[in-house]
């Protein structure tokens, strides 16, 4: 069961929105971070907002997003996906970098994609977008939860 994040999730779980997002943040991303898939681009907004905003060392922020991509299964901007995104940017009328990673989280065919920036429930290509910090939790979100709380460690 593929899920993929979106940077703010990320963001959030280093605690740079305040206590309570980067509480349900770390909940989160300890509950998916094995089935979790990282797009290219979210990675490098991530670098971009430690080292920019969060005043992190570069070397640190290396290691940090590093040690992310190998928790996770890092997904490919392809051409085709490019193209996709362009699509997607124009018809839904997307932000191009949104369109990108959820054309990419589609193309690697994950359900899920944990975003605060797109719109909870929209789905492309059999992936739905889950605001995981909205009051109510996605029906899907809270489905895969469930399904992951119960597995063995």
């Known amino acids: ?13 280093e605690g740079l929105n305040g206590p309570a997002k980067a509480a349900v943040a770390r909940r989160l991303l300890g509950q998916v971070l094995a089935d979790a898939c990282l797009p290219v681009q979210v ?6 907002v430690l080292t920019l ?14 040690s ?10 392809t051409p085709a996906v490019l193209a ?5 940017a ?3 009328r997307f932000r191009i970098f949104d369109a990108l990673i959820l054309a990419t989280a589609a193309s ?14 929209f789905v492309y290509r ?17 489905s895969v939860l469930e399904t992951l709380s119960g597995r063995p460690e």
């Open 68 to 77: 992310l991509t190998e928790m996770t299964t890092p997904l490919a901007t």
């Open 90 to 92: 124009a018809s839904a």
């Open 84 to 88: 996709e995104a362009l699509e997607l």
């Open 1 to 13: 069961m593929k899920v993929a994040l979106d940077t703010n999730v990320l963001v959030y779980a």
């Open 108 to 121: 690697a065919g994950c359900i899920l994609l944990l975003s605060e920036d797109l719109q909870d429930g």
């Open 53 to 66: 905003k969060a005043g992190v060392a570069r070397t640190e922020a290396v290691g940090i997003v590093s």
């Open 43 to 48: 990675a490098a907004e991530f670098y971009n």
């Open 126 to 142: 059999g992936t739905t977008v889950a605001n995981p910090f909205a009051e109510t939790p996605h029906p899907l979100l809270a």
